[in-house]
């Protein structure tokens, strides 16, 4: 198992930033595809970016060049940097583990799920 405790959330201002951390327990992390999804109020959770098990990584179109994901499997720890943050990143944040992942962007096959974390970005 890969149970997932995200932290890092918060309040700031468009264009700060933040750091969403994803923490794993049990050994199955380094051997896992990791990836971050977010739900915004009264819309379906979406794809924000992952990284397979050799560091490969992928983002949706709107956060390339602002946002990058990155783990540590020494620490069982992935990462979100969040730069140039906009009001419309506002979201829950939920990080999640497969072992079977095909296609970064198929939540479904993603195995483990974090309870998310709350981030909010004012204008």
């Known amino acids: 198992q890969v149970p997932l405790v995200e932290s890092g959330g918060g309040l700031v201002q468009a264009g700060g930033s933040l750091r969403l951390s994803c923490a794993a327990s049990?050994?199955?992390?380094?051997?896992?595809?990791m990836g971050w999804f977010r739900q915004a109020p009264g819309k379906e959770r979406e794809f924000v970016a992952g990284?397979?098990?050799?560091?490969?990584?992928f983002y949706t179109d709107s956060v390339k060049g602002r946002f990058t994901i990155s783990r540590d499997n020494t620490k069982n720890t992935m990462y979100l940097q969040m730069n140039s943050l906009r009001p419309e990143d506002t979201a829950v944040y939920s990080c999640?583990?497969?072992?079977?992942?095909?296609?970064?962007?198929?939540?479904?096959?993603?195995?483990?799920w974090g309870q998310g974390t709350q981030v909010t970005v004012s204008s």
């Open positions: 999640a583990a497969g072992n079977s992942v095909l296609r970064f962007t198929n939540e479904r096959a993603y195995n483990y």
């Open positions: 049990g050994r199955a992390f380094s051997s896992s595809t």
């Open positions: 990284i397979g098990k050799s560091g490969n990584t």
